[in-house]
T-cell receptor
Framework: EDQVTQSPEALRLQEGESSSLNCSYTVSGLRGLFWYRQDPGKGPEFLFT???AGEEKEKERLKATLTKKESFLHITAPKPEDSATYLC??????????????FGTGTQLKVEL | SQTIHQWPATLVQPVGSPLSLECTVE??????LYWYRQAAGRGLQLLFY??????ISSEVPQNLSASRPQDRQFILSSKKLLLSDSGFYLC????????????FGSGTRLTVV
């Protein structure tokens, strides 16, 4: 069974204080690792897909990296508008299952002035 | 691009009452559709998925059921709600082919009282 563990559960940063969020996973044949952003009371918003170890993707102040066991979401010089819950999910290679994703519980990020 | 419509946005229902949540998708045909539930402090839990009209797979035994009467319509139902059915319900569809993420709806906050 695919499993995703995210840490920390909550993170409070000062504006401009860079940090990283962790996503550890176990999966049978990784087909993709996904990062989402979720604002309170809203559906998750897609950020990145990573396919293989060593891959990196960037978007504004966010950079996602992937190893064989974990992924990191690096936030450089965050701003208050980056405050949200960040979700990590994996899709395994087991056939069937409708291409379902398995999600972690998320990291709740708050960036203060 | 794909758009998911979910309604209602919020719902307060008494224990033992029926439930019907609807999700419709625009901008694609024959989509894979998913119902997730997000409880406080927990990750997104996959409830049902559908790969076509009338095809429903259940991931977790529960008090809920799902139906797909039309290609782009997905319905989540219950005959008698329990307190434990409270949560944030999200409908999602697979976006694109490889590298797909999910596109999520805006969610329904269900409170069973």
């Amino acid at each position: 069974e695919d499993q995703v563990t995210q840490s920390p559960e909550a993170l409070r940063l000062q504006e401009g204080e860079s940090s990283s969020l962790n996503c550890s996973y176990t999966v049978s044949g990784l087909r993709g690792l996904f990062w989402y952003r979720q604002d309170p009371g809203k559906g998750p918003e897609f950020l990145f897909t990573l396919y293989s170890a060593g891959e990196e993707k960037e978007k504004e102040r966010l950079k996602a990296t992937l190893t064989k066991k974990e992924s990191f979401l690096h936030i450089t010089a965050p701003k208050p508008e980056d405050s949200a819950t960040y979700l990590c999910a994996v899709q395994g290679g087991v056939t069937g299952g409708g291409n379902k994703l398995t999600f972690g519980t998320g990291t709740q990020l708050k960036v203060e002035l | 691009s794909q758009t998911i419509h979910q309604w209602p946005a919020t719902l307060v229902q008494p224990v033992g009452s029926p439930l019907s949540l609807e999700c419709t998708v625009e901008g694609t045909s024959n989509p894979n559709l998913y119902w997730y539930r997000q409880a406080a402090g927990r990750g997104l839990q996959l409830l049902f998925y559908s790969v076509g009209i009338g095809q429903i797979s259940s991931e977790v035994p529960q008090n809920l059921s799902a139906s797909r009467p039309q290609d782009r319509q997905f319905i989540l139902s219950s005959k008698k709600l329990l307190l434990s059915d409270s949560g944030f319900y999200l409908c999602a569809t697979k976006t694109g082919t490889r590298g797909y993420g999910y596109t999520f709806g805006s969610g329904t906050r269900l409170t069973v009282v």
